[in-house]
């Protein structure tokens, strides 16, 4: 148990990657982690879009301000629209966030960096990447050997998140 709240509290958002390309075994082993995550009703809405090309990436950064430099590889999540639990609600994104720590957490066990883009154009980068409209791109996540080691933010004491005990 102590291992895992290690992994948790020494994991960090890497946004300086070396240009060392991520062998595709690897990038199968995040999604693989990613699956295993739980979701509503078990209906694994995830769907995962792998960008490795490096022109593809320079394309996607100028829709991305959120994505500083430029990493070996990018995983896009995406909400498949026909494997919601209920259709229009926020649910998924529930759901999409843990795939998306499993990456993280996964991706630092392996020694890579990794971190989390929200701040892009969704309707450019989807067009971009020609993702189908039964799939909605979510979230983006840089992945690469980190080209930095970043120093742990400041956490709330957990006394200050704790609101009552009943």
């Not at 490795?52 to 430029?70: A, H």
């Not at 050997?145 to 709330?156: D, I, K, M, N, V």
Request: net charge neutral.
């Amino acid at each position: 148990m102590k291992k895992l709240l290690d992994l948790i509290m020494q994991r960090r958002s890497v946004r300086k990657y070396l240009s060392k390309e991520v062998p595709s075994v690897e990038i199968e082993r995040l999604l693989e982690a990613a699956r295993w995550a739980p979701s509503g009703g078990n209906m694994q809405p995830w769907q995962f879009i792998i960008i490795t090309d490096k022109k593809i990436i320079e394309s996607v950064k100028m829709f991305s301000p959120g994505l500083l430099n430029l990493p070996p590889a990018i995983i896009g999540l995406c909400l498949d629209k026909t494997r919601q639990i209920s259709p229009g609600h926020p649910d998924h994104l529930i759901d999409l966030g843990a795939a998306m720590q499993n990456i993280l957490l996964m991706a630092h066990s392996m020694g890579l960096g990794s971190t989390v883009i929200g701040s892009f154009d969704r309707e450019a980068v989807s067009e971009l990447l020609s993702i189908p409209d039964r799939l909605e791109l979510t979230l983006l996540v840089a992945v690469g050997y980190p080209g930095e080691e970043p120093c742990p933010t400041p956490r709330l004491p957990l006394e200050m998140l704790i609101e009552a005990k009943i």
